[in-house]
């Protein structure tokens, strides 16, 4: 089931523009989102987060585009400076 939530979420966001949710709960990432379009995410309504479980970056967006984010929880997004030692 929280597979089909990602992938839903990963399609609506393939073309932009406003992006909604008819669900609750929280939306594991198995790889980071790629924004490459003017994009909001509105989860008003809803109680939604994404979380990359410590091991993925959350959100890559594309030079150029906007991003907007309305009353959604982002949380353990995979961060990693530019002294690592991490391959």
């Given at each position: 089931?929280?597979?089909?939530?990602e992938?839903e979420?990963?399609?609506?966001?393939?073309?932009?523009?406003l992006?909604t949710?008819?669900?609750?709960?929280?939306?594991?990432l198995s790889?980071?989102l790629?924004?490459t379009?003017?994009?909001t995410?509105?989860?008003?309504g809803?109680?939604?987060g994404?979380?990359?479980?410590?091991?993925v970056?959350?959100?890559?967006?594309?030079?150029?585009?906007?991003?907007?984010l309305?009353?959604?929880?982002?949380?353990?997004?995979?961060v990693?400076?530019t002294?690592s030692t991490?391959?």
């Amino acid at each position: 089931m929280a597979q089909a939530v990602e992938s839903e979420l990963r399609q609506a966001l393939q073309g932009g523009g406003l992006v909604t949710f008819a669900c609750d709960g929280a939306i594991g990432l198995s790889s980071t989102l790629l924004i490459t379009n003017d994009t909001t995410i509105d989860a008003t309504g809803h109680a939604i987060g994404l979380t990359g479980s410590n091991a993925v970056r959350l959100v890559e967006i594309g030079p150029g585009v906007t991003l907007e984010l309305v009353r959604l929880s982002l949380s353990d997004g995979f961060v990693r400076g530019t002294n690592s030692t991490v391959g």
